[in-house]
């Protein structure tokens, strides 16, 4: 121990004083570097029981707020955001990778790029759909930036902006401990900070959408190879730009146990694509590998031993999910079961600092094999709130759940003390002793968990439930803001908002005339659903015609429909009542 901390106070002092010198950049040894990282991962043992004052330490260092050269024209921002921003110098013009979370650190990164070059940002590109690539956009766009991602991008945006976002913000939020005291908001894994908050910076979506496999564009003199390469996401791209030899490997590759699994809630992320996506930055066999999370790695042999390190390790999870499930094997058994390989625990980049092997197994089973585990008792189980009841009949009491949950915790067996918690609070849900031991049994196992996003996400709900934190996840948002998103996005997000109470035994056609556009677009309500089509429907009974903002607008549920018809940004022809019953059927988020 005695001596890593010695280690990282070299290493702390060497990097400091790196940054004193006149030069805007750091050129510090990438193999010293990474050798010093797997000194600190001396074993896995000693880093799991240590990992308490590691987070913060590692982090810290790991992340170190900097621009860093890699080659003549090529830098990246580490340790502004969450995500990494990358700059490629080219000829007269300059092109820009990622842009961070934030639009207030997308404006600091770029004040340091200009320091490199003034020339205008000619292309940018989104490796893939995650907020943390795409969110602080808008410092970075000129007069005639154009904005790449793969058209997959289109749904990975919807699903996690539209269609998925209040419950994403939640867990997401929980997941990055965002809404924890700052003293107690020690990174997760993959940064120390999330720069967010809850004023959307204006939407830049991109206006270039890649078709296909491979795209081989020649932007400012510097020719790139884009590659749709699913893996953390569906949407992702990894870029190659051969004449530098660098893959930019988006977040299909960072010093991390992958994300197979997010704890915030993700379609499946395939594990099977996602190895093989990491095969085609191992064919490239680049000298450097720029991440969009931490540091970049500058030796061929190294990239391609982490990358094959990588790779196997996600197919060992992914093969022995498939070979338990096929054996019989429950989810909860192939978890139960897991042995970790010789080569896991001495690996740096397997360390599971952000995803998690438990989670991974039953990701991979889930994602081929659905909900179901098999078993016929599990085909209608009990909810876990009859579940509670009769559990409860069974111990009697609230004073012998009491003496149950105390022992639990005196033992330290504190999963099963969280899981008595909860069946007090489905009894008794008012009751503020069991909401504290709840909260207690919660704390203590963000202190045992090892993987930082775990440890926020039991703190987050012990603090909530016991209301030493109240979320607020409201977003402020203006026209203005998500004037890029596309409008069949708008209406796309429209049916799941349906209230299919008030629809009961409605039947209303509705068309759309985009005023500005010429677009048009219907809705039809019947059966407690809402049908989105692009045209009007024939025998529409109600016409409305409006500015493509305006209705952004009014279904983001930032603009008052009634200032809208008075300032004649919207008309309504046909049934005006059966009109306000339609618009009154959709819940805002
Ligand atoms: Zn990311």
Not at 65 to 83: R, S, T
Not at 555 to 572: C, F, P, Q, R
Request: proline share 4%; hydrophobic share 35%; charged share 25%.
């Amino acid at each position: 121990m005695h001596y890593k901390i010695i280690q990282i106070l070299l290493l702390c002092f060497i990097i400091l004083n790196c940054s004193k010198t006149e030069d805007k950049t750091i050129q510090l040894s990438q193999e010293f570097l990474v050798d010093s990282l797997k000194a600190t991962n001396t074993s896995f043992e000693e880093w799991f029981s240590k990992v308490d004052d590691q987070i913060s330490v590692d982090d810290d260092y790991y992340f170190e707020k900097d621009i860093y050269q890699i080659v003549d024209n090529v830098y990246v921002a580490i340790g502004y955001g969450l995500a990494n921003s990358i700059l490629i110098v080219g000829d007269g013009s300059n092109i820009v990778i990622d842009v961070t979370e934030s639009d207030v650190l997308a404006a600091e990164i770029r004040e340091r790029f200009e320091e490199i070059s003034d020339q205008p940002i000619e292309a940018i590109f989104y490796t893939h759909s995650h907020v943390d690539h795409w969110r602080g956009a808008f410092p970075f766009v000129d007069e005639n930036t154009e904005v790449y991602a793969h058209e997959t991008f289109k749904k990975g945006f919807y699903d996690q902006n539209n269609l998925l976002k209040p419950i994403l913000t939640e867990r997401g939020m929980k997941q990055f401990g965002f809404f924890l005291p700052k003293e107690l908001q020690r990174g997760h894994g993959l940064g120390f900070t999330l720069d967010f908050d809850f004023e959307q910076p204006p939407v830049v979506y991109p206006t270039v959408l890649l078709e296909g496999k491979k795209n081989i564009l020649t932007i400012a003199g510097v020719t790139l190879e884009v590659v749709h390469s699913p893996g953390e996401t569906d949407d992702q791209i990894i870029i190659y730009y051969k004449d530098k030899e660098i893959v930019f490997s988006g977040d299909n590759y960072y010093m991390r146990f992958p994300n197979l699994y997010t704890i915030r809630g993700t379609s499946y992320r395939d594990t099977y694509k996602w190895y093989k996506s990491v095969d085609e930055m191992r064919a490239y066999n680049p000298t450097y590998l720029v991440s969009s999370h931490g540091p970049f790695l500058s030796n061929k042999k190294e990239v391609q031993d982490r990358l094959t390190i990588y790779r196997d390790a996600i197919q060992y999870v992914h093969d022995y999910a498939i070979r338990g499930a096929n054996k019989g094997k429950t989810p909860d058994e192939l978890v139960e079961e897991f042995e970790y390989p010789k080569f896991f625990k001495e690996n740096f980049d397997l360390r599971e600092q952000y995803g998690k092997v438990s989670w991974s197994i039953r990701n991979v089973y889930n994602g081929y094999l659905g909900f179901f585990d098999g078993k016929a008792v599990n085909l209608e189980p009990l909810s876990t709130k009859v579940r509670s009841k009769n559990i409860f009949k069974i111990i009697g009491s609230k004073d012998n759940l009491l003496t149950l949950i105390n022992e639990a915790l005196e033992n330290k067996e504190f999963q099963w003390a969280a899981e008595l918690c909860q069946i007090g609070a489905i009894n008794f849900p008012n009751d503020n002793e069991i909401k504290n031991l709840y909260s207690l049994s919660l704390e203590e196992l963000s202190k045992e968990e090892t993987n930082p996003i775990a440890r926020n996400y039991y703190l987050s709900e012990a603090y909530e439930i016991n209301e030493q934190i109240i979320p607020d996840l409201t977003f402020n948002l203006t026209e203005d803001q998500i004037r890029q998103i596309p409008i069949e996005t708008i209406f796309e997000a429209m049916p799941p908002r349906l209230n299919p109470v008030k629809a009961n035994n409605k039947f209303i056609t509705v068309g759309f005339n985009m005023s500005d556009t010429g677009e048009k677009f219907g809705i039809i309500i019947r059966n407690n659903i809402a049908e989105i089509v692009d045209y009007i429907p024939e025998n529409a009974e109600i016409i409305v015609t409006v500015e493509t903002s305006t209705w952004k607008g009014l279904i983001m549920g930032i603009t008052d429909a009634k200032s809208a018809i008075t300032s004649g940004k919207l008309s309504v022809s046909g049934n005006y009542l059966k009109f306000i019953q339609f618009s009154t059927m959709f819940e805002k988020d």
